[in-house]
């Protein structure tokens, strides 16, 4: 006799530790959305969001973005087949039960879309966009390129700011509400910071030149 019992066990349990995997590997690609659309811009993003419908139930979205007029973000990671279209239908269908457009989801894979399922009124990023959006707003160049523009937007207002309090005498009248009122202190402020922006290009302009000397001489000598 065939001890089916055994087999049965083993299936069973190699069944629960692919979901087991899947689930990991899925909630791994909603956390990479999340880091990617925080990249982005976007603002008030908040992963494993509920919504409760009109008869009590239920839902859980994958992400949401937005404060006022949010988007609703499905993810689905497939390793080896394509999202069909019953996955994005049914994803419209709970934004629906609960009130919302389509036009507020976005539905986001790994992988690509079999051909009706990006026919149903939700956006849709497919594998080839995802990684598009990847190199654009997570390589390295990018987020050290921001660190350093804003690292220098916070330097320089700082510097405005403090000779504009200290050297050019516009503490006394930034605390006028009035000055502030009739465009004085806006006026001052501006030609101030314009002041400083021309002495700056006037000194790069001459570091450039003693650079450019230096250089010749050295290929002079060379």
Same mark, same amino acid.
């Given at each position: 006799m065939w001890d089916t019992s055994s087999k049965t066990k083993k299936k069973n349990a190699t069944a629960s530790q692919r979901g087991?995997?899947?689930?990991?590997?899925?909630?791994?690609?909603?956390?990479?959305?999340?880091?990617?659309?925080?990249a982005m811009g976007h603002r008030n993003v908040v992963p494993n969001y509920r919504l409760k419908d009109s008869n009590g139930n239920l839902s859980e979205i994958d992400v949401v973005t937005g404060w006022v007029f949010k988007t609703y973000v499905e993810c689905k990671k497939y390793d080896s087949k394509s999202v069909p279209l019953e996955d994005v239908a049914k994803f419209k269908e709970v934004l629906r039960m609960n009130g919302i457009s389509s036009r507020r989801g976005l539905?986001?894979?790994?992988?690509?879309?079999?051909?009706?399922? #990006?026919?149903?009124?939700?956006? %849709?990023?497919?594998? =080839?966009?995802?990684? &598009?959006?990847?190199?654009?707003?997570?390589?390295?160049?990018?987020?050290?390129?921001r660190r350093l523009v804003g690292g220098s937007a916070l330097c320089a207002g700082t510097y405005i700011l403090a000779t504009g309090l200290q050297q050019a005498g516009l503490a006394k009248s930034s605390k006028d509400w009035d000055k502030?009122?009739?465009?004085?202190?806006?006026?001052?402020?501006?030609?101030?910071? #314009?002041?400083?922006?021309?002495? %700056?290009?006037?000194? =790069?302009?001459?570091? &450039?030149?003693?650079?450019s000397s230096h250089v010749q001489g050295w290929l002079t000598k060379k």
């Open positions: 087991k995997e899947s689930k990991l590997k899925g909630h791994a690609f909603e956390e990479e959305v999340v880091q990617l659309l925080r539905f986001v894979t790994n992988s690509k879309y079999s051909p009706r399922a #990006t026919e149903v009124g939700i956006r %849709t990023i497919d594998g =080839m966009q995802l990684d &598009a959006l990847r190199s654009r707003y997570l390589g390295k160049r990018t987020v050290w390129g502030w009122m009739s465009g004085h202190n806006s006026r001052a402020w501006q030609q101030h910071t #314009t002041g400083l922006v021309k002495q %700056t290009v006037v000194q =790069m302009r001459i570091c &450039a030149m003693h650079i």
